[in-house]
T-cell receptor, first 115, second 113 residues
Framework: DGGITQSPKYLFRKEGQNVTLSCEQN?????MYWYRQDPGQGLRLIYY???????QKGDIAEGYSVSREKKESFPLTVTSAQKNPTAFYLC??????????????FGAGSRLTVL | EDQVTQSPEALRLQEGESSSLNCSYT??????LFWYRQDPGKGPEFLFT???AGEEKEKERLKATLTKKESFLHITAPKPEDSATYLC??????????????FGKGTLLTVNP
């Protein structure tokens, strides 16, 4: 079955460490996204990529970095510059359209906790 | 700035008690409005896309409707398995980034047996 795989599901980080969250999709989607979800807040866009080797900052990109070297993969690195990284991170993908509806398919999420 | 407001924040129903969730938005020239369902500790699951005022979509006990300023998710005779957080998102009009959806904070629905 096609879908999005995020790993790890749970991750613990010490302050000052960088961590990388994995996101892989086999839906043949062009566009991929990273969202952050905090209790009582809507999903907030961190980064998105419309196509391989290209990505744009979302609304809360500070302290995060991404790469898009393959169509199937869009890893997110949470750097030590991110002051409040404890959150639930969601990866998503979509067919990608400049004019049509942009329906997102989400992964199961990764929960990052800073110790 | 685009605003999406969902109400109520939480709703508790008895099994079989029908009700509606609201999603109001300030975007002009909406290109699309989406409803998602999210179970605890999981990623959101797509339910509906609505494009224009007057449009309706149905799936089992759920029906989504759209006006020029808001969308409703009607739940008819809900069952405990309908318990989840329901998220609304809007897609900016032409000229805005097609990839930057704005999400509401969600409505937590609990259906008691």
């Amino acid at each position: 079955d096609g879908g999005i795989t995020q790993s790890p599901k749970y991750l613990f980080r010490k302050e000052g460490q960088n961590v990388t969250l994995s996101c892989e999709q086999n839906l043949n989607h062009d566009a991929m996204y990273w969202y952050r979800q905090d209790p009582g807040q809507g999903l907030r866009l961190i980064y998105y990529s419309q196509i391989v080797n290209d990505f744009q900052k979302g609304d809360i990109a500070e302290g995060y970095s991404v790469s898009r070297e393959k169509k199937e993969s869009f890893p997110l690195t949470v750097t030590s510059a991110q002051k409040n990284p404890t959150a639930f991170y969601l990866c998503a993908s979509s067919i990608g359209s400049f004019s049509g509806a942009n329906v997102l398919t989400f992964g199961a999420g990764s929960r990052l906790t800073v110790l | 700035e685009d605003q999406v407001t969902q109400s109520p924040e939480a709703l508790r129903l008895q099994e079989g008690e029908s009700s509606s969730l609201n999603c109001s938005y300030t975007v002009s020239g909406l290109r699309g409005l989406f409803w998602y369902r999210q179970d605890p500790g999981k990623g959101p699951e797509f339910l509906f896309t609505l494009y224009s005022a007057g449009e309706e979509k149905e799936k089992e006990r759920l029906k989504a409707t759209l006006t020029k300023k808001e969308s409703f998710l009607h739940i008819t005779a809900p069952k405990p398995e309908d318990s989840a957080t329901y998220l609304c998102a809007v897609q900016p009009p032409r000229g805005g980034s097609n990839y930057k959806l704005t999400f509401g904070k969600g409505t937590l629905l609990t259906v008691n047996p």
